[in-house]
Nanobody
Framework: EVRLVESGGGLVQAGESLRLSCTAS????????IGWFRQAPGKEREGVAC????????YYQDFVKGRFTISSDNAKNTVTLQMNSLKPEDTAVYYC????????????????????WGQGSQVTVSS
């Protein structure tokens, strides 16, 4: 059974930090791209960052560059999203997702590229 389980969400004040973790099971973690997405109330889900476990490369959307860091521990099948300098507009449900490498997956603009999804973790940033 494939599972992606997020943890680490919560409520923080603007400027503070949070760390999200995504632990995977049921598939060959090393072969997959793991992405973080988020969905704010009333908005569409959007990609945040992803890491390609094959290439060892990470990718970020412009609105989190310099503030968020994605990392992967292949021995633990876990991807971590370190979020610093949080802003109220970062408030959302954060999802991790996994997909096989493709020409489009690193853009995070095509959710169909990600085959497996977690249940989501709420992050709330107060002003």
């Amino acid at each position: 059974e494939v599972r992606l389980v997020e943890s680490g969400g919560g409520l923080v004040q603007a400027g503070e930090s949070l760390r999200l973790s995504c632990t995977a099971s049921g598939f060959t973690f090393d072969n997959y791209v793991i992405g973080w997405f988020r969905q704010a109330p009333g908005k569409e889900r959007e990609g945040v960052a992803c890491i390609d476990n094959n290439l060892g490369r990470s990718y970020y959307q412009d609105f989190v560059k310099g503030r968020f860091t994605i990392s992967s521990d292949n021995a633990k099948n876990t991807v971590t999203l370190q979020m610093n300098s949080l802003k109220p507009e970062d408030t959302a449900v954060y999802y991790c997702a996994a997909g096989l490498p493709s020409a489009l997956i690193h853009t995070m603009n095509y959710e169909d590229e990600y085959k497996y999804w977690g249940q989501g973790s709420q992050v709330t940033v107060s002003s």
